[in-house]
């Protein structure tokens, strides 16, 4: 690599450029951006639409003395690459090499750790508050995407903003596409408001009065192009009370630049928070991610001369998938099944289903709350709703879980992808918490499937039950396991003995049943698939503390209040005393790299399980049980 960009180590570097350098300096950016994606894999089309504006941004404020927040953060590969970070970008998402999101402990840069949506402007808000509390001259920027201008926690924020009189912009990056394609009133309003009969005759009249002006014409065509976005949303945020200047073209250099000086002095005259609508393209100057964004949305490694290529065997089905069949499946066999997703038709497998029963569909946008207490709502109503949203997305929406679902004990079920370890994403997206978080609720119950047919079977039985379930998958594919032919259900709250050994018992909840059926037979011990964290088989769990002198609980998920500790729980209030060994996720945060070599590292591989039941619980393998009974407490 040759070239302006060797020259940027840090934001100061492209600070001392002349402006008429940033065109050839995006270029640069542009094509390292590509080769660097194309060798380690990672978000794609967002990096691309976000060049021209993070060089803008950098370009014209002084980071990061202002402080800079990026909302959602997985268009910030520029960022990284201006703020001296280029050389580790072939460990993007790798064990120990860079976090495809902002980290606060990665770098001075990173103002604030994002990764899930619609939380800058709070954060910004925050920071320019702390700024004029200390007596600190810094300007705070927020840049969101529209899709992340679906959830409720940004018109909070803006609503709260907009009565201060602080150094604040928030930078509107409108591509109209956030992963999946954009729903919702707000995206509708101004494509009717534009298509209407009173906009269409007012453009009529002005076409017949300007046609003996062919120049005049011309111009007013390019002015229509711009004042189309400039009514409802001007109208919009200065009521929240923003300054509202925009849309600008945001890969438009020379307009880009002057409108973020004109905002800077604007933020020092004291003229109060400012509100820059910026238009982009998702995978613009790459051609195959601007016309397929949604592809180039999360690729892996690919040829950038090539592009993304179908693999050359059929890759197993993921669990999304296999959710996706069994939500086809299901609606074929019950017209009351209602398909609700926050924003993720792709993640969660529903695109098929989308186009097979389109009016059972709806996606609610990045609203994770609403999704939720909707899905209540048409429970309320005798339907049958399935909320698809990953793990760590159901912790934004826990009050309506409680309130709205488990308290009402409503038939909602909670299919939750990204269950566990979910690798180059890291700690943001890991599914950690779920067990611990929902076992301690009234009325729901929590589904841990070993394999792909388990899982479409589980999610069968929780279609069943009158009350509210979640069913906890990981990303990406199982063992392989063959599905039914239709949905079949099974026993609620039921485990099964899958290897009889002595000893030691090993207790699998979810898809580590797999490695610990390989530990249990080196190890000669009992493996159980639980199947449920809540309710747990008693009837099972009796049976294998009389007949066993240990027992291993084994979770992808925080071992602090999970299904062990659910075990230990019923052991101490029945009085039965078991050494018990309880591995799972450590009490902290999972960093980002490959999933195998993070289970590994974690013990949770079946080495990992053998070494350690071997180290803790060796003097009990093979010995017959000498069980000690304490009475429970009156």
């Not at 959602?72 to 990284?80: C, R």
Request: glycine fraction near 10%; proline fraction near 7%; hydrophobic fraction near 45%.
């Amino acid at each position: 690599m040759s070239g302006l960009l060797t020259s940027i180590d840090t934001p100061a570097d492209l600070r001392r450029l002349p402006r008429e350098d940033l065109r050839a300096l995006s270029d640069e950016l542009r094509t390292f951006l590509v080769q660097s994606v194309a060798r380690t894999g990672g978000h794609f089309s967002s990096n691309l639409g976000t060049v021209e504006l993070t060089v803008a941004l950098h370009y014209v404020f002084d980071t990061p003395h202002d402080r800079l927040v990026w909302d959602v953060g997985h268009q910030t590969y520029p960022h990284k690459i201006l703020t001296g970070r280029r050389e580790r970008m072939h460990t993007l998402r790798q064990l120990g090499g860079l976090s495809g999101f902002p980290v606060r402990s990665e770098s001075e840069y990173d103002a604030f750790g994002t990764a899930h949506s619609s939380t800058s402007i709070s954060a910004v808000l925050g920071m320019a508050v702390a700024a004029h509390l200390k007596g600190e001259r810094r300007r705070a920027i927020a840049v969101i995407g529209d899709g992340a201008m679906t959830a409720g926690m940004a018109f909070e924020a803006l609503n709260n903003a907009g009565v201060t009189r602080l150094p604040l912009l928030v930078v509107l990056n409108d591509n109209d596409m956030s992963i999946s394609p954009p729903v919702g009133a707000l995206n509708r309003y101004l494509a009717q408001l534009m298509s209407g009969r009173f906009y269409a005759a007012a453009k009529q009249v002005g076409k017949q009065v300007l046609s003996v002006a062919p120049p005049l014409l011309e111009l007013a065509k390019r002015l229509e192009e711009h004042a189309k976005g400039m009514v409802v949303p001007a109208t919009l945020f200065e009521k929240f009370g923003f300054n509202y200047i925009g849309p600008i073209d945001g890969h438009d250099l020379d307009a880009l630049v002057p409108t973020l000086e004109n905002i800077r002095r604007l933020l020092d005259d004291g003229a109060g928070p400012q509100f820059l609508h910026v238009v982009t393209h998702k995978g613009y100057g790459y051609k195959l991610a601007e016309a397929d964004p949604i592809a180039y949305h999360g690729p892996g490694r690919f040829d950038p001369a090539v592009g993304l290529v179908p693999p050359a065997q059929p890759p197993k089905p993921t669990f999304s998938a296999v959710f996706g069949r069994w939500l086809c499946d299901m609606a074929e066999r019950d017209k009351r099944l209602v398909g609700i997703t926050p924003a993720m038709r792709e993640g969660s497998g529903m695109v098929e289903f989308h186009q097979r029963f389109p009016d059972r569909y709806h996606d609610v946008g990045i609203a994770e709350q609403h999704a939720v207490t909707f899905a209540a709502g048409l429970a309320c109503e005798g339907l049958k709703p399935v909320v698809a949203i990953y793990s760590t997305f159901l912790q934004r929406a826990y009050d309506q879980v409680i309130h709205d679902v488990a308290l009402q004990n409503l038939p909602v079920v909670f299919a939750l992808d990204r269950a566990g370890i979910v690798g180059a994403d890291g700690p943001t997206h890991c599914g950690a918490f779920d067990i611990a978080f929902l076992r301690c609720v009234p009325n729901v119950s929590i589904a841990c499937p070993a394999d792909e047919a388990e899982c479409y079977q589980l999610l069968t039985t929780a279609f069943e039950q009158s009350h509210p379930v979640a069913v906890r998958y990981p990303r990406g594919a199982g063992v392989g396991t063959a599905l039914p032919a239709e949905p079949r259900a099974l026993p609620f709250g039921r485990g099964e003995v899958r290897r009889q050994g002595r000893g030691v018992a090993i207790l699998a909840f979810g898809t580590l049943l797999y490695p610990a059926l390989q530990a249990g037979e080196a190890l000669g011990a009992t493996v159980a698939n639980m199947r449920w964290a809540k309710p747990l088989d008693t009837d099972l769990l009796r049976e294998l503390a009389s007949n066993h002198e240990a027992l291993v609980t084994l979770e992808e998920g925080a071992v602090a209040g999970g299904a062990g500790a659910a075990v230990l729980e019923w052991l101490a209030q029945e009085g039965l005393l078991r050494p018990t060994l309880q591995l799972g996720l450590p009490d902290r945060f999972i960093e980002h790299g490959d999933p195998a070599q993070l289970l590994a590292r974690l013990g949770l591989d079946a080495d990992g399980i053998e070494r350690t039941v071997r180290a803790r619980l060796g003097a009990y393998l093979q010995a017959r049980p000498t069980l000690v009974v304490v009475p429970p407490a009156a």
